[in-house]
């Protein structure tokens, strides 16, 4: 197929490989000059990269980026023809996106929403896992994309389910790894060593998907990003203004959300959103390390 890639992010650089390896007509696209894709074309603007193209794929950071990628100057609204799709794997506002797509339907296109999970590691191996809002036909229609890039793909419902799925999908990921980290931090100050603790966790009902990944980079002190602390925390806030939109309380990611509000004062926006760890060792002043670190 020939397909447009918007965003050469940590998500969608390799995203866009994939499907250049799987034989895929690729023209790529970033905000910030220097990033190429091997055996893609480099267009300069969102519209020029999606002249001609069956299928605009967008992966870009927030909701204003998204915005901006449609429907900015040289967006992608000026290339629009019937019949083309645009697909989102960005994590956006579902509010939003149903916005999106009324505006997409106006110049006779389709619109599917498919955020993902599967973190760099997934994206890097074509092991990501979609979930999409759309129509069935659609969906069905960008088949050979979906398996070039993901090993799962999960339709939610109309447009805007995918995205309500993901805000959910990771406010139980924000709150399974906080959990990880504040019993890591109590069992430390009490002596526990870490490397005694998980045996324990991966034996039990405890364990979870979350502590698998995350676990070995936290116990060698690896904070480099896999999933920023800035997009987790801005997922947060998307999480906690649908829950007001929809008047849902959310105690638990409310407190969770002070956590990366100082994280994010601190500096930590660049590190990987695992590094939460580091301000509860810092008030408990205690430093959980295993001993490969």
């Not at 999908?169 to 959990?179: C, H, P, Q, S, V």
């Not at 990944?213 to 800035?230: E, G, I, M, Q, T």
Request: aromatic fraction near 6%; glycine fraction near 10%; hydrophobic fraction near 45%.
């Amino acid at each position: 197929m020939r397909a447009a890639f918007l965003g050469l992010g940590i998500m969608g650089r390799p995203m866009a490989a994939s499907l250049v390896k799987a034989g895929h007509e690729v023209t790529v696209w970033n905000r910030s000059a220097g990033k190429e894709v091997p055996g893609a074309r480099a267009a300069a603007t969102p519209r020029e990269a999606a002249e001609g193209v069956e299928v605009v794929w967008i992966c870009v950071s927030d909701t204003a980026a998204v915005e901006q990628v449609l429907f900015g100057e040289n967006g992608v609204e000026g290339a629009l023809k019937p019949g083309m799709i645009v697909v989102d794997s960005s994590t956006i506002s579902p509010l939003e996106t149903r916005e999106f797509a009324r505006r997409v339907g106006e110049r006779g296109a389709e619109y599917v929403d498919a955020p993902v999970t599967g973190s760099k590691a997934g994206a890097e191996t074509g092991q990501l896992i979609f979930m999409a809002g759309g129509s069935e036909e659609t969906i069905e229609k960008l088949k050979p994309l979906w398996t070039a890039m993901g090993k799962s793909l999960f339709r939610m419902g109309d447009v805007s389910m995918g995205q309500a799925s993901k805000l959910g999908m990771n406010l139980m990921i924000a709150l399974t790894y906080e959990g990880f980290a504040e019993g890591l931090a109590l069992t430390g100050k009490l002596g526990v060593k870490p490397d005694a603790l998980m045996p324990l966790i991966q034996a039990s009902m405890v364990r979870s998907g979350v502590i698998d990944y995350k676990a070995p980079f936290v116990l060698r002190r690896d904070f480099s990003p896999n999933f920023p602390l800035r997009l987790m925390h801005k997922d947060i806030q998307l999480m906690l203004d649908a829950a007001r939109e929809q008047r849902v309380k959310l105690p638990g990611l409310e407190t969770v959300a002070e956590i990366y509000d100082i994280a994010a004062e601190e500096g930590h926006d660049d590190l990987d959103y695992a590094a939460t760890l580091t301000l509860l060792e810092k008030w408990a002043g205690v430093e959980v390390k295993g001993t490969a670190a």
